[in-house]
Protein backbone atom coordinates (compact mmCIF):
# COMPACT_ATOMS: atom_id res chain seq x y z
CA UNK A 1 0.00 0.00 0.00
CA UNK A 2 0.78 3.51 -0.78
CA UNK A 3 1.85 5.29 2.58
CA UNK A 4 4.01 8.87 3.50
CA UNK A 5 5.75 9.43 6.16
CA UNK A 6 6.78 13.12 7.35
CA UNK A 7 8.82 12.42 10.92
CA UNK A 8 8.49 15.81 12.35
CA UNK A 9 5.60 16.99 13.08
CA UNK A 10 7.04 20.51 14.03
CA UNK A 11 9.73 22.27 13.38
CA UNK A 12 11.40 25.69 14.40
CA UNK A 13 14.29 27.52 12.29
CA UNK A 14 15.63 30.94 12.73
CA UNK A 15 14.85 33.47 9.98
CA UNK A 16 17.95 33.39 7.57
CA UNK A 17 19.03 29.39 8.73
CA UNK A 18 18.81 26.73 6.05
CA UNK A 19 15.41 24.18 6.22
CA UNK A 20 15.31 20.36 5.32
CA UNK A 21 11.74 18.73 5.96
CA UNK A 22 12.13 14.71 5.72
CA UNK A 23 9.85 12.70 3.49
CA UNK A 24 9.86 8.67 3.03
CA UNK A 25 7.67 6.83 1.10
CA UNK A 26 6.30 3.66 -0.11
CA UNK A 27 4.72 2.43 -3.74
CA UNK A 28 5.06 -0.02 -6.01
CA UNK A 29 6.30 1.68 -8.80
CA UNK A 30 8.88 5.17 -9.45
CA UNK A 31 6.10 7.56 -8.04
CA UNK A 32 4.94 11.14 -8.97
CA UNK A 33 5.75 13.27 -5.78
CA UNK A 34 4.87 16.51 -4.68
CA UNK A 35 5.25 19.48 -1.96
CA UNK A 36 2.61 21.44 -0.72
CA UNK A 37 2.42 24.40 1.44
CA UNK A 38 -0.68 25.11 3.16
CA UNK A 39 -0.99 28.69 5.09
CA UNK A 40 -3.47 29.11 8.09
CA UNK A 41 -6.86 29.10 7.07
CA UNK A 42 -6.06 28.35 3.37
CA UNK A 43 -5.56 25.69 0.99
CA UNK A 44 -2.83 23.85 -0.47
CA UNK A 45 -0.31 24.96 -2.71
CA UNK A 46 1.82 23.35 -5.27
CA UNK A 47 5.24 24.13 -4.30
CA UNK A 48 7.31 21.48 -6.07
CA UNK A 49 6.95 17.96 -8.41
CA UNK A 50 8.89 15.17 -9.69
CA UNK A 51 8.09 12.52 -11.80
CA UNK A 52 10.80 11.67 -14.20
CA UNK A 53 14.53 13.21 -14.55
CA UNK A 54 16.85 15.41 -13.06
CA UNK A 55 16.78 14.00 -8.83
CA UNK A 56 17.15 17.31 -8.10
CA UNK A 57 13.83 19.67 -8.75
CA UNK A 58 13.46 23.30 -8.50
CA UNK A 59 10.21 24.72 -7.02
CA UNK A 60 8.34 28.33 -5.90
CA UNK A 61 9.45 30.72 -3.51
CA UNK A 62 13.11 29.15 -4.05
CA UNK A 63 12.40 25.60 -2.38
CA UNK A 64 14.06 22.19 -3.97
CA UNK A 65 13.77 18.97 -3.19
CA UNK A 66 15.93 15.86 -3.68
CA UNK A 67 14.43 12.19 -4.89
CA UNK A 68 16.59 9.56 -3.98
CA UNK A 69 15.05 6.04 -4.78
CA UNK A 70 17.71 4.36 -2.61
CA UNK A 71 16.52 5.78 0.36
CA UNK A 72 12.56 6.33 -0.36
CA UNK A 73 12.80 9.72 0.06
CA UNK A 74 12.33 13.16 -1.46
CA UNK A 75 13.34 15.76 1.08
CA UNK A 76 12.55 19.65 1.28
CA UNK A 77 14.98 22.22 1.37
CA UNK A 78 15.82 25.53 1.57
CA UNK A 79 18.78 27.43 1.97
CA UNK A 80 17.49 30.41 3.33
CA UNK A 81 14.13 30.50 5.23
CA UNK A 82 12.01 34.03 5.28
CA UNK A 83 9.63 34.64 8.53
CA UNK A 84 7.00 34.27 5.74
CA UNK A 85 7.81 30.46 4.94
CA UNK A 86 5.84 29.65 8.09
CA UNK A 87 3.65 27.32 7.50
CA UNK A 88 2.44 23.44 7.19
CA UNK A 89 3.97 21.55 4.78
CA UNK A 90 3.11 18.04 3.21
CA UNK A 91 4.50 15.56 0.99
CA UNK A 92 2.55 13.51 -0.92
CA UNK A 93 3.10 10.33 -3.67
CA UNK A 94 1.07 8.64 -6.22
CA UNK A 95 -0.65 8.88 -9.53
CA UNK A 96 -4.41 9.82 -10.54
CA UNK A 97 -4.90 9.70 -6.46
CA UNK A 98 -2.04 11.09 -4.44
CA UNK A 99 -1.70 9.91 -0.69
CA UNK A 100 -0.82 12.81 1.51
CA UNK A 101 1.83 12.50 5.19
CA UNK A 102 0.19 14.19 8.24
CA UNK A 103 2.09 17.54 7.46
CA UNK A 104 4.97 18.81 9.35
CA UNK A 105 4.25 22.75 11.07
CA UNK A 106 6.91 25.34 10.14
CA UNK A 107 7.43 27.63 12.95
CA UNK A 108 10.01 30.53 11.59
CA UNK A 109 11.77 32.88 14.44
CA UNK A 110 12.90 35.97 14.17
CA UNK B 1 -9.40 31.90 -13.86
CA UNK B 2 -11.50 31.03 -10.39
CA UNK B 3 -9.70 27.45 -10.36
CA UNK B 4 -11.39 25.51 -7.85
CA UNK B 5 -14.69 26.83 -6.08
CA UNK B 6 -15.57 25.78 -2.73
CA UNK B 7 -18.98 26.83 -1.10
CA UNK B 8 -19.95 27.24 1.74
CA UNK B 9 -16.62 28.36 3.60
CA UNK B 10 -18.06 27.61 7.03
CA UNK B 11 -21.01 25.33 8.11
CA UNK B 12 -22.31 24.55 11.70
CA UNK B 13 -24.93 21.67 11.41
CA UNK B 14 -26.66 19.33 14.40
CA UNK B 15 -26.39 16.14 14.67
CA UNK B 16 -28.82 14.07 11.76
CA UNK B 17 -29.15 16.96 9.85
CA UNK B 18 -27.63 16.91 6.29
CA UNK B 19 -25.96 19.40 3.85
CA UNK B 20 -24.66 19.53 0.12
CA UNK B 21 -20.94 21.25 0.05
CA UNK B 22 -20.48 22.32 -3.17
CA UNK B 23 -17.20 22.30 -5.39
CA UNK B 24 -16.88 23.60 -8.93
CA UNK B 25 -13.80 23.66 -11.44
CA UNK B 26 -13.62 26.03 -14.74
CA UNK B 27 -10.18 23.90 -16.17
CA UNK B 28 -12.10 21.27 -17.88
CA UNK B 29 -10.12 19.36 -15.65
CA UNK B 30 -11.37 15.17 -15.78
CA UNK B 31 -10.23 14.42 -12.27
CA UNK B 32 -11.91 15.69 -9.31
CA UNK B 33 -11.31 14.95 -5.46
CA UNK B 34 -12.71 15.35 -1.80
CA UNK B 35 -10.19 15.24 0.97
CA UNK B 36 -10.90 15.59 4.75
CA UNK B 37 -8.61 17.11 6.90
CA UNK B 38 -7.75 16.59 10.31
CA UNK B 39 -5.24 18.24 12.76
CA UNK B 40 -2.09 15.99 12.51
CA UNK B 41 -3.48 13.44 10.28
CA UNK B 42 -2.58 14.71 7.16
CA UNK B 43 -5.46 15.08 4.25
CA UNK B 44 -7.73 11.93 3.46
CA UNK B 45 -9.19 11.02 0.47
CA UNK B 46 -13.21 10.37 0.37
CA UNK B 47 -14.60 10.09 -2.63
CA UNK B 48 -12.70 10.73 -6.21
CA UNK B 49 -13.83 11.13 -9.85
CA UNK B 50 -12.08 10.41 -13.45
CA UNK B 51 -14.93 11.92 -15.29
CA UNK B 52 -18.50 12.71 -15.58
CA UNK B 53 -20.47 10.26 -14.48
CA UNK B 54 -18.14 7.99 -13.00
CA UNK B 55 -16.91 8.07 -9.11
CA UNK B 56 -15.49 6.13 -6.68
CA UNK B 57 -14.74 5.67 -2.98
CA UNK B 58 -11.54 6.67 -1.55
CA UNK B 59 -10.30 5.57 2.18
CA UNK B 60 -12.48 7.09 4.43
CA UNK B 61 -16.11 6.86 2.44
CA UNK B 62 -18.16 6.24 5.04
CA UNK B 63 -21.33 8.80 6.00
CA UNK B 64 -20.66 10.64 2.40
CA UNK B 65 -22.16 10.50 -1.35
CA UNK B 66 -20.92 11.65 -4.42
CA UNK B 67 -22.36 12.72 -7.69
CA UNK B 68 -20.80 13.63 -11.14
CA UNK B 69 -23.04 14.78 -13.84
CA UNK B 70 -20.83 17.60 -15.37
CA UNK B 71 -17.29 17.89 -16.04
CA UNK B 72 -17.26 20.97 -13.77
CA UNK B 73 -19.02 20.00 -10.71
CA UNK B 74 -18.31 17.94 -7.46
CA UNK B 75 -20.66 18.00 -5.07
CA UNK B 76 -20.22 16.31 -1.78
CA UNK B 77 -23.28 15.03 0.40
CA UNK B 78 -24.01 14.42 4.44
CA UNK B 79 -26.98 12.68 4.58
CA UNK B 80 -26.72 12.18 8.74
CA UNK B 81 -23.90 14.36 9.95
CA UNK B 82 -22.17 12.93 13.29
CA UNK B 83 -19.74 14.35 15.24
CA UNK B 84 -17.07 13.16 13.64
CA UNK B 85 -17.77 14.31 10.50
CA UNK B 86 -16.29 17.47 12.19
CA UNK B 87 -13.56 18.76 9.79
CA UNK B 88 -11.80 20.78 7.06
CA UNK B 89 -13.04 19.41 3.55
CA UNK B 90 -10.92 20.40 0.46
CA UNK B 91 -12.17 19.57 -3.04
CA UNK B 92 -9.14 19.50 -5.61
CA UNK B 93 -9.17 18.66 -9.44
CA UNK B 94 -6.22 17.58 -11.97
CA UNK B 95 -5.72 16.79 -15.47
CA UNK B 96 -3.96 13.69 -13.94
CA UNK B 97 -1.03 11.48 -13.52
CA UNK B 98 2.03 14.05 -12.45
CA UNK B 99 0.66 17.68 -13.01
CA UNK B 100 -1.03 17.59 -9.46
CA UNK B 101 -4.12 19.40 -7.78
CA UNK B 102 -5.22 22.32 -7.35
CA UNK B 103 -7.04 22.74 -4.41
CA UNK B 104 -10.28 24.83 -3.37
CA UNK B 105 -10.03 26.90 -0.66
CA UNK B 106 -11.76 24.93 1.93
CA UNK B 107 -14.77 24.18 3.82
CA UNK B 108 -14.57 24.00 7.58
CA UNK B 109 -17.46 22.42 9.21
CA UNK B 110 -18.30 21.52 12.77
CA UNK B 111 -20.99 18.86 14.01
CA UNK B 112 -22.65 19.72 16.67
Known amino acids: AQSVTQPDIHITVSEGASLELRCNYSYGATPYLFWYVQSPGQGLQLLLK??????LVQGIKGFEAEFKRSQSSFNLRKPSVHWSDAAEYFC????????FGAGTILRVKS | NAGVTQTPKFRILKIGQSMTLQCTQD?????MYWYRQDPGMGLKLIYY???????DKGEVPNGYNVSRSTTEDFPLRLELAAPSQTSVYFCASSSGGGYGYTFGSGTRLTVV
Open chain 1, 92 to 99: AVGGNKLV
Open chain 1, 50 to 55: YFSGDT
Open chain 2, 49 to 55: SVGAGIT
Open chain 2, 27 to 31: MNHNY
